[in-house]
């Protein structure tokens, strides 16, 4: 006689007030009224009855710790109903987690979701517990997140078509009576009905040219945020800030001051300023005062927070704040006044740290400069008050960039990938992107001004959210070594780790691999967050860091802002630790949700891209390894494709992940991770986002 966990749930969730263990098994051991009428034993033998105490025994403390039962003197009684309602985020095996307060995680099978897709709201009752975890079963969708996807027409089934859900796991097809041709892509709205086991949807729209329409399929998929909402005050905001925010401001606009951005933006977080006398750099980086303008807990504060960031896709700009703030009020242009939080700092001429000042201040940015033109300023032989600046300027950060290393930044060699557009805002080209002497120039004066603010908030005791990199586990550690063995490169294990990994990517700039080395590199190293406890920056070497510099698109840099200003007026702090570590966990998510978007917009523009390019040949080097195939990233772009194993057909192929190679049982033919390989493309998966060669 079997006891399955789903039957010791059952038995504790009938149980009327306080019980003990023993109570729970003897009624699991109660025969069912099923086991009644069949023929079977119902004899259980005493290690039988071992066996479910400690099946029993497991479950009561498992459902204790998470709160679902209370305790009194040895007796245990239901606190939380069995059957509750949570948010489902799928994963990519169609199954996935519901998350309940409390962070309590409840896992789906695949089987169990009940057409709950990602972050709906559902109600799930409790079904098994293994090893502590909690597994349940979704019986209904309390509400669902959204309605509309995008979905292909995969074939006719009669008087019905049925279509592919796209960006969604499990492989989910639905069914309509409309018509539609089979291969079309269409915009669709799922209903809670169905037909022949299929969930009925209907066609809003049916795109035919589908390009169009990248952006908005990146966004259904991760449920970017929609326009901003209307504001009663935007239009009138200036009236809106508070008589304090207007006192007290430091006056800068007699200083020479550039800022320094890409060419198609229209959110000038930051602009510099910076003075050369007697030995002295003084750096002024100044920073919109988006706090003047966004007070806590008001209306655009809240949604602020409910998007975390603004997400840049392609030539298309989700923001965070309403464009009335981040194009324009907020907005750093050339030729008007501007609040400002600006962060003064001396350094002498070693680059060695002297003082700071940090105030509400004014500015009048004398020049926009987009990368290109202040790097042709640089590099002209025109003398002027701009080209002067931007030479000290370049001075003090290759100083500081030096003594960064020194103390053991690790500095990765990792080009961006840049979508080139054409007239038509169609893929025109995927470029690795230049860096240049101004984006150091900027890169190195927001982190001076992020490193003394996290100190002034750490030293003061100001509760803040800090930019955290904890340095790397000693488990990835050795496996970047064991893989950098593969390629002869030894990592040495020494006290500043930093500096070792340094010396390995230093080892291997201008190789054909060494893109693959840093991105490796780069995926050994924890992944950076934000929280309340100032635990340092290993990646840049700081004991101090937090963000400062971008508070029209990052939400944490906002937060900073209020916290700042508290110091400054002595007032006190507008956060608590507990409050800080919700949006730092909150911010850290949405960060990655736009990753994650924005790397999906690249793989379908590299899809488009290549699209019409089957058959020719490329040169790559492998860059990733899994059980499918090898991973080969082309040279000249940063376009990455798969090579299945089922494409090596000369042999039969073993993966070894441990080494990162796939060799021949045969004839002993092997592909190593950072091997140069000639590929020709095979095929290219719009709806899948995939780009698959096979070896020349």
């Known amino acids: 006689m079997s006891k399955s966990t789903s039957r010791i749930i059952e038995t504790i969730e ?38 479910i105490a400690s099946r029993v025994q497991d479950a009561v403390s498992t459902l204790y710790q998470y709160g679902f039962l209370t305790k009194q003197k040895g007796k245990f009684k ?11 985020i799928h994963n990519k095996k169609g199954g996935g987690v519901v998350y309940l307060q409390d962070d309590i995680e409840v896992h789906i099978y695949r089987d ?75 915009i669709v709205t799922v209903k809670n009905s169905f037909i022949q086991n299929y969930q009925e949807c209907s066609i809003n729209a049916i795109i035919e040219h589908e390009e169009e329409y990248d952006v908005q399929r990146i966004v259904s998929k991760y449920s970017l945020p929609d326009a901003h909402p209307e504001y009663e005050h935007l239009e009138n905001i200036e009236q809106y800030v508070q008589p304090q925010e207007l006192k007290n401001r430091k006056d800068y606009r007699k200083l020479l001051t550039v800022t320094i951005d890409g060419e198609t933006a229209k959110d000038f977080d930051d602009a510099i300023s910076l003075e050369y006398k007697n030995g002295i750099y003084t750096l002024y980086v100044h920073i919109a005062d988006v706090s003047a303008y966004v007070y806590k807990d008001d209306a655009i504060d809240k949604e602020a927070l409910s998007r975390g960031t603004s997400y ?28 400002t939080l600006s962060v003064m700092i001396q350094f002498d001429s ?22 290109n033109l202040a790097q042709e300023i640089l590099d002209s032989k025109k003398r002027g008050a701009i080209k002067t600046m931007l030479g000290h300027a370049k001075d003090l950060v290759q100083k500081l960039k030096a003594k960064r290393l020194s103390n053991g930044r690790v500095d990765l060699n990792l080009a961006d990938a840049q979508m080139i557009f054409d007239n038509n805002a169609s893929i025109a080209d995927i470029a690795f992107a230049t860096r240049l002497d101004s984006h150091m120039i900027i890169e190195e004066c927001m982190l001076s001004a992020n490193e003394v603010v996290s100190r002034v908030l750490r030293e003061n005791g100001v509760p803040a959210l800090y930019r955290i990199h904890e340095p790397i586990a000693e488990e990835k550690f050795i496996a970047l070594q064991n893989f950098l063995k593969t390629l002869g490169i030894t990592l040495k294990e020494e006290e500043n780790v930093g500096l070792a990994l340094q010396r390995v990517i230093d080892s291997v700039a201008q190789k054909e691999y060494q893109q693959v080395v840093n991105f490796i590199v780069l995926k050994s190293l924890m992944q950076a967050y934000y929280g309340p406890t100032p635990l340092g920056h290993f ?3 700081f004991k101090d860091y937090t963000h400062f510099t971008s508070p029209i698109r990052r939400y944490p ?44 917009l690249l793989k379908l523009k590299a899809c488009r891209l290549l699209e019409d390019k089957i058959g020719q040949e490329f040169e790559g080097i492998i860059s990733g390894v899994t059980r499918f195939g090898f991973y080969v990233s082309l040279l000249d772009k940063p376009i990455e494709g798969m090579v299945p194993l089922k494409f090596l057909t000369d042999d039969y192929y073993l993966v070894n992940e441990d080494d990162y190679t796939v060799i021949g049982r045969r004839l002993g033919r092997r592909f190593r991770l950072g091997d140069l390989v000639n590929v020709r493309l095979k095929n290219v998966d719009n709806d899948l986002m995939r780009i698959d060669f096979d070896v020349v």
């Open 14 to 51: 009938k149980q009327k007030g306080f019980c003990t263990v023993n109570d729970i098994v003897s009624a699991v051991l109660l025969p069912t009224s099923k086991s009644k009428k069949s023929n079977k034993s119902n004899k259980v033998s005493q290690r039988q009855v071992q066996q």
């Open 78 to 88: 239901v606190a939380l109903p069995f059957n509750f309602t949570g948010t489902f």
């Open 112 to 186: 169990d979701v009940h057409h709950a897709r990602n972050k709906d709201i559902v109600q799930v009752q409790l079904t098994d517990i293994r090893r502590g975890t909690l597994f349940g079963r979704v019986t209904s969708i309390v509400t669902a997140n959204k309605e509309m996807f995008f979905a292909r027409c995969i074939k006719p089934n009669g008087k019905f078509r049925i279509l592919q859900l796209l960006d969604v796991p499990g492989n989910i097809q639905v069914i309509t009576k409309e018509h539609i041709k089979p291969k079309s892509l269409a």
């Open 312 to 339: 840049y896709l392609g030539n298309t700009v989700i923001p965070m704040l309403p464009e009335r703030l981040s194009n324009d009020l907020c907005s750093l242009k050339a030729g008007v006044d501007r609040l």
């Open 350 to 371: 070693h680059g060695n740290y002297k003082k700071h000042e940090i105030n509400r201040g004014i500015i009048n940015v004398d020049q926009r400069l987009t990368y």
């Open 539 to 541: 990646g840049l070497g």
């Open 557 to 600: 840099d906002l937060i900073v802002h209020r916290c700042i200003k508290s110091l400054i007026d002595n007032n006190k702090p507008p956060y608590s630790p507990d409050e800080l570590a919700v949006i730092g966990e909150q911010s850290s998510k949405l960060e990655r949700v736009a990753q994650s978007a924005e790397r999906d």
